[in-house]
């Protein structure tokens, strides 16, 4: 079995080989519908790197307003953390985007953490962001996926002291996902291009893994500007936007659109 860490990182070394970072796109299984996920995801595979296919939850705490509502159409129309273990199996049936899970701890404990891990190495996902589970608690969660050859790469906010962040990126599968802001997910205000390459600049002290920047992400000289500093972009709320209230192939459509132009503007 090919390690966690091996298989994740691996995602980023293709991008360096390829003198970019990584574009990665989240989305949430299910909004509005299945067939419109799997069509989304058929859409914008041949400019990402990778997929966050976020798994719906009744109380996303990190989650902005956009993605809230996004999760709420997918419970609504029926879709269960199954049913995005069937998304990600298509995906990778149909030669997609490799996925990493995005999923609250909550889902995966009521599903059962070994049960869910052995579903999802099964469906071809590299692993799991599970951004409630904190660094103190990571020992016993973190087993069951990791034993399973699934990533389980942490997070890192702004309000993170040097000492613990460090800690973080060494408890880290694959990459670092560093948050751009305090709150939750938004595309409403501008990133702090600064203050990113300042946080970026530090960790990458601290350790050799990947860092990825999310949260407020949405444009093509963001990308662009990130993208020269990090390793990997992460886009959330603005390509959720992007496809809101469009399903099946408009929706398709709509993502492609969005994508492709971010794609362009890592080079």
Excluded: C
Aim: proline share 6%; aromatic share 6%.
């Amino acid at each position: 079995m090919i390690a966690a860490d091996d298989r994740l990182a691996g995602v980023f070394a293709a991008a360096r080989a390829e003198k970019r970072a990584a574009l990665i796109i989240y989305l949430v299984a299910g909004d509005p519908d299945a067939g419109t996920t799997a069509a989304v995801i058929d859409a914008i595979s041949p400019y990402v790197d990778l997929i966050e296919l976020g798994i719906p939850y009744g109380d996303p705490l990190a989650d902005g307003p956009t993605i809230a509502a996004a999760g709420q159409r997918a419970l609504t129309n029926g879709m269960t953390l199954d049913g995005a273990l069937a998304l990600a199996r298509g995906a990778r049936d149909r030669g997609n985007a490799p996925i990493l899970f995005f999923s609250y701890v909550n889902p995966i404990v009521q599903y059962g953490a070994e049960r869910f891990a052995a579903a999802a190495r099964e469906a071809g996902a590299l692993g799991a962001i599970v951004p409630d589970v904190p660094l103190e608690e990571l020992a016993t969660f973190a087993p069951a996926f990791r034993s399973e050859g699934l990533a389980v790469p942490l997070l890192v906010a702004p309000t993170t002291p040097p000492e613990r962040a460090g800690r973080i990126a060494a408890a880290s599968d694959g990459f670092v996902y560093i948050v751009s802001r305090l709150g939750v997910t938004s595309a409403g205000r501008e990133p702090d291009i600064a203050w990113i390459r300042s946080s970026v600049e530090a960790l990458r002290a601290q350790t050799r893994r990947p860092l990825a920047v999310g949260f407020g992400i949405s444009t093509q000289a963001h990308v662009a500007a990130i993208g020269a500093i990090a390793d990997g972009v992460i886009i959330g709320s603005a390509f959720v936007d992007a496809t809101a209230g469009l399903s099946g192939a408009d929706a398709a459509a709509a993502a492609r659109a969005y994508v492709a132009p971010l794609r362009a503007a890592l080079g």
